[in-house]
């Protein structure tokens, strides 16, 4: 299959920080006397940098562009990343669905620990292995059956559902039905309790996200028509919400160009050495 590569370029208030950034760090060091730059490069380093960041400002009047609600990075081992794969599954109220790019029986019995402890009483869970079939490997459906069996044993509860998907997949999430994310770099179903791997996830509170990943997986027609059924129906409709940088956060932007202007006037000033 042809892999599908999409980029997306950074939102403007993402580049007008990075400026902002820069700028400080750099005038910061030329007032300690760590590097020399001319005035003319300082100048045009500012201007640059208050100029992007007025645009952006200025932008946020017009721009349709979603932004996500809330999002937390998780770097940590698979003992971190289960954490909040916990929580995401925690938040469900019906349903929940998992996604591991392989599983490996040997630890089946943290993964029936985990779920166990953090799925809701009533609550459905689907999950799903990207080990379908191959040429190759003729055994990869039967091997996911079998895991699904040994999480029983060691007390998963009757209410999670285990299949294959009918593509290939190396992605992993995790998605309750009240639009909570998990996705990451950890295979959750395959990982070692011991193992000292740093690995990396967001942790996404935002429904339009959930929806999003959901009705790629349905479009790309990666499960069985049950378990599409079961997916389709965890999320609804995107909400219509249009995104406003706070005012907290616009306070701090607008006194970090306060300050960059107030460095500026003292290198115009003769203070500070270029």
Known sequence: ENEVKREWPPSPEVGAI???????????????????????????????????????????????????????????????????????????????????????????????????????????????????????EPTFAERTTKYGEMLSDEGCPERVRVEVTKRA???????????????????LLSAAPTSWVLESGLVIDDKRVASEIINHVIEDDWLSEESSSFISSMVGTLPDMKYRIKAKRLRSIEKTMGNLEKTMGELDNGKIKP
Not at 20 to 32: C, F, G, S, T
Request: glycine share 6%.
């Open 18 to 136: 990075a400026k902002l950034d820069v700028a400080r760090k750099i005038l910061k060091r030329v007032q300690k006397g760590h590097v020399r730059y001319s005035g003319k490069h300082l100048r045009t380093l500012v201007e640059d940098a208050l100029d992007e960041t007025r645009s952006a400002i200025s932008s946020q009047k017009s721009d349709e562009i979603a932004r996500l609600d809330n999002v937390r990075v998780v770097i940590g081992t698979e003992f971190e990343q289960w954490n909040s794969v916990q929580c995401v599954i925690n938040s469900a109220k019906k349903k929940c669905i998992l996604l591991s790019a392989f599983t490996h029986e040997k630890f089946a019995d943290e993964a029936a620990a985990r779920i166990s402890e953090s799925l809701p009483d009533g609550c459905e869970m689907l999950l799903l292995s990207g080990e379908p079939d191959r040429i190759n």
């Open 169 to 187: 997949s190396h992605a992993k999430f995790v998605i309750s039905d009240t639009g909570m994310v998990w996705i990451g770099s950890c295979n």
